[in-house]
């Protein structure tokens, strides 16, 4: 019964700490951006609350992580679908890469600036200024975790048209939405086929607080450095230096 009373007490004291972080009015704002009703404006707010604010002020809430982990799969589970309707002639190498391209980081962030939704994010003043200057990490997972928020808010049919009209229209108008951006893949490929050795990669530096870091990585091909690449995290940086690797060997060859 005491244990009840306390999640109970808890429960509306996060109610009540929620409440005071978005106005009335910027939750029809946000409405108006994602063309949704919002009924549940506890799990937007949420989905808005980066973990970088609750470390600085130790607030009893939680942040918009269990959100962007349920939306980063209903997210590859609508674009998965999308693909399979519209790519019936190709197999499932091909459905993976192009999924890759459509749910990465950067344009993720790039439907996050699309609505604004930076207006909407709340993050700690340590973040703050690095964040005005551009932080994929922090719009991306926005992003994910405000489409956990629509389909536990409006179900699978309403987040499905969200994702249509804000991600997979947009980039599927591109010409190049089909070009294959994996370097790391490609530089691969192009070391097996000229029978060299397999790329290797290592960090040359890492520089920056925990939930702002830049990696500093160099790709060598045996004892030959090609290419150095950096990136907020190693995936980033990893590709961003075998991409340097591409140009260098294709200027070679």
């Known amino acids: 019964m005491l244990s009840r009373l306390v999640k109970k007490f808890k429960s509306k004291k996060s109610e009540k700490i929620l409440n005071s972080f978005l106005s009335e009015e910027k939750i029809s704002e946000l409405e108006s951006k994602i063309g949704c009703r919002i009924t549940n404006r506890h799990l937007f707010i949420q989905a808005l609350i980066h973990r970088s604010y609750l470390e600085e002020t130790q607030k009893q809430i939680i942040s918009n992580e269990r959100l962007e982990f349920l939306g980063d799969a209903v997210l590859n589970l609508l674009v998965a679908e999308y693909l399979y309707s519209h790519f019936p002639e190709n197999d499932e190498g091909f459905l993976t890469k192009v999924r ?4 990465n980081r950067r344009v993720l962030a790039d439907a996050a600036e699309a609505l604004s939704l930076a207006d909407f994010i709340i993050i700690g003043k340590n973040l703050s200024q690095s964040f005005k200057n551009g932080s994929t990490t922090v719009l991306s ?3 994910e975790a405000v489409i956990g928020a629509i389909y536990l808010d409006s179900g699978i049919e309403e987040t499905t048209k969200f994702v249509n009209r804000i991600l997979i229209k947009p980039i599927t108008k591109k010409d190049d939405f089909l070009r294959d ?3 790391k893949s490609q530089l691969l490929e192009f070391a097996q086929s000229q029978r060299m050795e397999n790329p290797v990669y290592y960090i040359v530096s890492e520089e920056g607080p925990q939930h702002n870091r830049m990696f500093t990585i160099k790709v060598l091909i045996g004892d030959v450095e090609y290419g150095t690449g950096q990136g907020r995290n190693k995936k980033s940086a990893e590709q ?3 991409k340097a690797a591409m140009i260098k060997l294709l200027e070679e060859s």
């Open 181 to 183: 951006e994996n370097y």
């Open 141 to 143: 997972d926005a992003f």
């Open 100 to 103: 890759a391209r459509i749910v």
């Open 240 to 242: 961003d230096a075998a």
